[in-house]
């Protein structure tokens, strides 16, 4: 027997009170009188706000950490509790107006916040403010960062399943309070330039009897996880720093690994949500792909792999809203015009990086400037640490025109893109695109450079698969450092044979260059045998070389570049060494 459809009655957004918002240019003087603050913090954070795509005057901190409104930073149980009261009090309560629903009318209750977990709970508190009944199914997700808001939908609708017809309060928030750092470590600095205070409280229900009271049906809902990865898992920390004060430490490879569980995420759900005409155009595009490989491309050439309009599976796009680069890179990804990113720049424009709740909050800004007609699509996209990812795919089942009061500011009117902080519309221009124009001949260059690469690789390949098959070489130790190395890197060892574009492009990104990637020979060997192949490539016009190795730099008889233990790639060397003692890799 096929499971009743989850219905989304109605849902309400913390909007904070005026004295909570922040002045950014009142708040930096301000922040002097601080202890904790000093001038490289001081710069640090005000450097990532400015570039985040925030209102200098809009977004919210509660009063225990704004500079404005306390001596000192307070971060503890108390002062967190107390914003947990607010907020949680708040979307609740207005949420329940809107539905006409009593606290003992609620089935099951299911709360999150990430960082902030007191015994007892917050589903416990919320228990206690609002007097629930004693048989009321209660649970609190905690760690569960800013995907929970989509994520939790599964738990939500599997719930529903076990208990159909029941009533679900689904509510959702981080409290900002306990997730301040008055620390020095620049990695943890960034929550405090980016996070503000939200939250967010839902109804959902099975009862077939509320269909014809709620605003939209969940379609589908997916999610995915890629803990399993030690790269993945270890993208995003709570941990304390050399002083012991708990931070969120934001690694290097967050982006990254961002990136890969949303492209999962979205890929996993994107053949329930296409059109018929987009299964044609993927049916052409395989059928081209197989005869190209059958004809060795004689027949026809090999196509692009097929990536849907996603414009033409959803009218509306709720997406997670970081941060600037967070939004730009998810923009880029999915392909997505920026009539269509507008509203999650409005998102975080008004109020910051809210978490689990930004997505809800990008849901009112449509229902509160433009509406939502009966029969449209929205879909609803999260990612947090862990890492994880929760896409949700919605119907509306009749005409939503809701001013919810965070938006009221508005006045119904949309924002346009001379309103936002920062541009959404240009080319955007991460440290590892590639230029976007270039000369005739620099085209032929280009192209002269990326069969030299694969050349290169071909002939490292050869060299790899050698080494591997060697009776000698198997169960030595050059072998455990050997996947010690590859462990290190991130690398999954079944995707090492003929496969080293993702080697290159990994490198490339710990390496932070802006190189066109082509033109830059990644050589992953102690064969000094390559030595000739490194000058030829620079004398043909290569950009550089990085060479990961565990030899000493004159060994290679290369020009430039120093024997390090970090990554390493300066604009005036032509050759970069990269490499760990007593490790060999290649």
Request: proline share 5%; aromatic share 10%.
């Amino acid at each position: 027997m096929a499971s009743q459809p989850v219905f989304l009655v109605d849902y309400s957004m913390f909007n904070a009170p005026e004295e909570l918002k922040v002045d950014f240019y009142e708040t930096q003087k301000a922040a002097w009188n601080w202890k904790c603050c000093k001038q490289e913090k001081h710069d640090f954070v005000s450097k990532m706000f400015l570039a985040s795509g925030i209102s200098t005057s809009r977004t919210a901190v509660p009063a225990a950490v704004q500079p404005t409104l306390t001596a000192e930073p307070k971060t503890d149980l108390n002062s967190s509790q107390a914003e947990a009261k607010m907020v949680y009090g708040q979307v609740i309560s207005e949420v329940l107006r809107k539905t006409g629903l009593a606290p003992t009318d609620i089935d099951i209750l299911i709360t999150n916040t990430s960082i902030y977990c007191p015994t007892p709970s917050i589903a416990s508190m919320v228990i206690n403010m609002f007097g629930m009944r004693e048989d009321v199914q209660a649970y609190h997700m905690g760690g569960m960062g800013c995907a929970f808001g989509v994520v939790g939908l599964n738990l939500v609708r599997d719930m529903l399943k076990a208990h159909p017809g029941k009533i679900c309060l689904f509510v959702s928030s981080e409290i900002v309070t306990s997730a301040f750092y008055p620390g020095q470590r620049k990695e943890c600095l960034v929550t405090n330039a980016l996070f503000r205070m939200g939250g967010t409280a839902s109804i959902l229900t099975n009862n077939p009897a509320w269909r014809s009271r709620s605003k939209y049906q969940l379609q589908h809902c997916v999610r995915v996880h890629t803990g399993a990865s030690d790269r993945a898992f270890n993208a995003l920390n709570w941990e304390p720093d050399e002083e012991g004060i708990n931070g969120m430490v934001i690694t290097k490879t967050l982006p990254s690994e961002a990136a890969n569980v949303l492209e999962k995420g979205v890929r996993k759900i994107t053949p329930s949500i296409m059109t018929w005409g987009q299964y044609a155009e993927a049916a052409c595009n395989y059928i081209q792909a197989a005869a190209a490989q059958a004809s060795n491309g004689k027949l026809c050439s090999t196509p692009a792999p097929y990536q849907p309009d996603y414009t033409r599976c959803a009218d509306h796009f709720l997406l997670h809203a970081g941060g600037y680069a967070i939004l730009r890179g998810i923009q880029k990804g999915l392909r997505l015009p920026a009539q269509a990113m507008m509203p999650s720049f409005a998102s975080l424009r008004d109020f910051g990086n809210t978490s689990s709740a930004s997505t809800w909050y990008t849901w009112s800004y449509i229902e509160s400037t433009g509406g939502v007609k009966k029969g449209e699509t929205i879909l609803q996209i999260g990612v947090g640490g862990g890492m994880k990812s929760g896409v949700a795919y919605w119907r509306a089942l009749r005409d939503v025109c809701d001013i919810h009061p965070c938006w009221a500011h508005l006045e119904g009117k949309p924002v346009t893109e001379a309103d936002l902080p920062r541009p959404i519309s240009n080319d955007y221009k991460s440290v590892y695109d590639l230029p976007s124009t270039r000369t005739a001949a620099e085209q032929q260059q280009r192209s002269n450079l990326k069969d030299l690469n694969k050349h290169f690789r071909e002939l490292h390949e050869r060299e790899h698969k050698k080494r591997l098959q060697g009776p000698r070489y198997r169960g030595s130790d050059k072998e455990k450092r050997y996947w010690a190395a590859v462990e290190n890197l991130g690398l999954p060892r079944s995707n090492l044979a003929g496969k080293k574009g993702q080697a290159v492009q990994l490198l490339l990104q710990q390496a932070d260059v802006n190189l066109i990637q082509d033109s830059v020979l990644v050589v992953v060997s102690d064969d000094r045998g390559f030595r000739g192949d490194v000058h030829s490539f620079l004398q043909a016009g290569g950009a550089g070389v990085m060479l990961v190795t565990a030899r000493h730099p004159g060994e290679w008889d290369a020009a430039g570049g120093a024997f390090s233990n970090t990554w390493l790639m300066r604009e005036d060397e032509r050759v970069a060494f990269v490499g760990w003692d007593d490790i060999w890799y290649g």
